[in-house]
């Protein structure tokens, strides 16, 4: 077995041509060792295929039993082709303090975290560390809940509502890029809410032109989103919605077209004062049938 210490200054990887490692914010939970497949498999196909994980020391799991899951980690790592390093971080103010210490801030940096296995009233990512990576908006991140353990990390159908706002399109490009050496499915969706009173005063005119309207912005999106990602192969579908229930359309979509992923932008504002047990967004981690992918990019 390795025996593995605390990090000294500065990233270990040597960074080549702008291009960095993968990092993982790892917290030693079997939640955790879920999402190390997602991040090895992201890693096995970047051009440096390097992975950093970034482990913050504390009392939850520490000796044996966390060596042995770093062991693990490099173990399948080291299967996909992936060269992977392991610092212990010491806590500075928290955890997230720790991590923030050895991330280096810019676009080429992405962080995969995660969230909390069985949310209950708290929800599922408010009060984490990964909802603060996600605030802080100085790289990208994308933030896992997997339901489906058994897919090892890789996502063959993903689906991926979006918004209507061109930040948004620039993130899910980073997003996608990560998955999509893995996928043979790709679906977009746009959702177009309205208040109860408004959806049931809708004529098939009125409903009719809203569709048109929201199936050319998925058209654009889509070649906005695809264009230089090599998607060949992948079966690449839209469609557009109205409802009155923007979570409940994604939810019931995500089942229907038997989705391995679902892939959402965080809130372009703070997310501090937006994750409550009711928020449509936590309603999805919280409900998915798949697993869920909450990404940010910077602004």
């Known amino acids: 077995m390795h025996s593995y210490v605390l990090a000294d200054t500065g990233p270990q990887f040597r960074i080549l041509d702008g291009i960095m490692p993968i990092y993982l914010a790892y917290d030693g939970s079997v939640n955790g060792d879920w999402i190390a497949h997602y991040a ?11 992975l950093q994980v970034l482990h913050v020391e504390t009392t939850n799991i520490s000796g044996s039993a966390l060596a042995a899951k770093f062991d693990y980690i490099k173990q399948i790592a080291e299967h996909a082709g992936v060269n992977a390093k392991i610092e212990i971080c010491p806590m500075r103010h928290g955890a997230f303090g720790g991590l923030i210490d050895r991330l280096p801030k810019g676009r080429d940096t992405k962080v995969i975290c995660g969230v909390r296995a069985q949310g209950g009233r708290r929800g599922v990512l408010a009060g984490t560390v990964s909802e603060q990576l996600l605030n802080d908006q100085k790289f990208n991140v994308v933030a896992i809940r997997v339901v489906q353990p058994g897919l090892l990390g ?3 159908r993903l689906l991926m509502p979006m918004a209507g706002h061109r930040p948004g399109v620039q993130s899910a490009r980073t997003l996608l890029e990560l998955v999509a050496p893995s996928l043979t499915e790709l679906r977009l969706l746009h959702v177009i809410e309205l208040s109860k009173r408004k959806l049931h005063a809708l004529d098939a005119t009125k409903a009719g032109a809203l569709r048109y309207q929201a199936q050319a912005y998925l058209e654009k999106v889509e070649r906005d989103l695809t264009g230089g990602i090599d998607l060949d192969g992948v079966h690449i579908d839209s469609d557009a919605r109205i409802s009155d229930d923007w979570s409940r359309e994604i939810l019931i979509d995500a089942g229907h077209a038997r989705a391995d992923m679902l892939a959402l932008e965080a809130p372009r504002t703070s997310l501090l004062d937006r994750f409550r047990y009711s928020d449509p967004l936590e309603v999805i981690l919280r409900d998915t ?4 992918a909450i990404y940010r990019g910077l602004p």
């Open 40 to 50: 090895v498999n992201f890693a096995a196909y970047r051009p440096q295929r390097c």
């Open 154 to 156: 890789v996502a063959r």
């Open 289 to 292: 049938p798949c697993d869920v």
